[in-house]
């Protein structure tokens, strides 16, 4: 398990959003029910609020995409591809996410390419990990805090973006309900995750990201759908990578 000390997380109170309809249920009054549809507040941002400590060997690969981009050429990234989102993306775009949540299993669902994460409480990793998009995770509680332990990914992703990974990458995500200035009542209808990412092929140190979610009972999980224009993208003059 990666063992590193907690960032103390100044939340968000900026979030101008549009209040929730009336009469909107709220989450639950036990913080440990994560359970429920949410979507995220802004951009994953720096624990420390500097920018990612990429090695010198992706920030050449990310000036190269950058170039390409600028004469024309831009790069597809995986997710554009229709690939499944990583496991440090699926609670981290702007789409709708929904959490179900059982004693045994946590399935956090999102809406971004049909990304499945499934989370297996109190339990290890296999001896042999079959490698998957999310990788292979297992969760536990700690206090109130979810925290999850994931290691085993099928690709990587070293281009611009901001959850940059490889497949050796061992990511610790822990997730945590938090009331707000801008929480519609004393539940904590926030989502406060920190995903902390070890992989010395993308990051010179170890890296911990932060975003906020928002409790989103008025949406749904919606089909998703590109498939249909990956040919129109592959053809267009793009470089896939």
Known sequence: MLRVPVPQVKLITGDVIAPLP???RGPSDDPRNLEGIWASVGQPLSADG?????????????????????????VVVKDTLCRPPGVVAVTGN??????????EKILIIAEQNR?????????????????AYVGHS????????????SVGFKSRETGISAFAHSEDAHVVTR???????QSANGNGDRLIVERTIEDPKVYDRTYTAINVARWRPD?????FNCEESTDDLTTAGL???
């Open 22 to 24: 009336d009469g909107a």
């Open 50 to 74: 500097k920018p990612p400590p990429f090695t010198p060997a992706v920030q050449a690969l990310q000036q190269r995409q950058r170039m390409q981009e600028a004469n024309g050429a831009p």
């Open 94 to 103: 702007q789409f709708p996410t929904q959490i179900i949540q059982r004693p």
């Open 115 to 131: 990304g499945v994460w499934p989370i297996y409480m109190n339990s290890g990793h296999p001896r042999t990990v079959k490698r």
């Open 138 to 149: 297992v969760g536990h509680w700690d206090g109130n805090t979810l925290v999850i332990d």
């Open 175 to 181: 997730i945590r309900r938090a009331r707000t200035a």
């Open 219 to 223: 949406l749904q999980i919606l089909e």
């Open 239 to 241: 470089v896939v990578e």
